[in-house]
T-cell receptor, first 114, second 117 residues
Framework: AQSVTQPDIHITVSEGASLELRCNYS??????LFWYVQSPGQGLQLLLK??????LVQGIKGFEAEFKRSQSSFNLRKPSVHWSDAAEYFC????????????FGKGTRLSVIA | NAGVTQTPKFRVLKTGQSMTLLCAQD?????MYWYRQDPGMGLRLIHY???????AKGEVPDGYNVSRLKKQNFLLGLESAAPSQTSVYFC????????????????FGPGTRLTVL
């Protein structure tokens, strides 16, 4: 079965600074991977996903993520954070074949300070 | 398209009361899911369905029942609510995976905030 770890529970960055949120997965085959964002009081919204091909994936709101098989990681990045990026971010991993649902990490809460 | 909708948005129950949460999707998705979200616990899967008339248990199924009588609806029931079921409940839906992936992108509803006193 697949699993995902988000090592950082809470990160604070200054507005305009760069951001990297970490995600490590465990799965025996090539995974497919997602990042979701949850603004306060809202449901989850898809930022980006990786199924195959180019390991650098572009998403909405200026986010990107890079799949690194050797490190079992799928870290989310943004070059310049805006105050509106303050939210909770979830990484998820899916399996190939069968009916297995996605497995979500516990989330990283991002705070943005002026 | 409304996407995924959840009814109600808020609810307060007393211990022992029952209620049903309704999830509806208009995207013709085969799969539907119920999660609960608690501080520090992330999203935990309660039950899910891979098609009309079929359901399966997730990570935390105890105390909940589900039904999928119509493809577009997925109901979550609490027969005898307990304070431990105070949580925010999210419904999601997705297509069956195309080709190899077992499931495609999940689309989430706005959530139902449930308090059990």
């Amino acid at each position: 079965a697949q699993s995902v770890t988000q090592p950082d529970i809470h990160i604070t960055v200054s507005e305009g600074a760069s951001l990297e949120l970490r995600c490590n997965y465990s799965y025996g085959a090539t995974p497919y991977l997602f990042w979701y964002v949850q603004s306060p009081g809202q449901g989850l919204q898809l930022l980006l996903k990786y199924f195959s091909g180019d390991t650098l994936v572009q998403g909405i709101k200026g986010f990107e993520a890079e799949f690194k098989r050797s490190q079992s990681s799928f870290n989310l990045r943004k070059p310049s954070v805006h105050w509106s990026d303050a939210a909770e971010y979830f990484c998820a991993v899916g399996a190939w074949g069968g009916n297995t649902p996605l497995v979500f990490g516990k989330g990283t809460r991002l705070s943005v300070i002026a | 398209n409304a996407g995924v909708t959840q009814t109600p948005k808020f609810r307060v129950l007393k211990t022992g009361q029952s209620m049903t949460l309704l999830c509806a999707q208009d995207m013709n998705h085969e799969y539907m899911y119920w999660y609960r979200q608690d501080p520090g616990m992330g999203l935990r899967l309660i039950h899910y369905s891979v098609g009309e008339g079929t359901t399966a248990k997730g990570e935390v199924p105890d105390g909940y029942n589900v039904s999928r009588l119509k493809k577009q609806n997925f109901l979550l029931g609490l027969e005898s609510a307990a304070p431990s079921q105070t949580s925010v409940y999210f419904c999601a839906s997705s297509f069956r995976g195309r080709g190899q992936p077992s499931t495609d992108t999940q689309y989430f509803g706005p959530g139902t905030r449930l308090t059990v006193l």
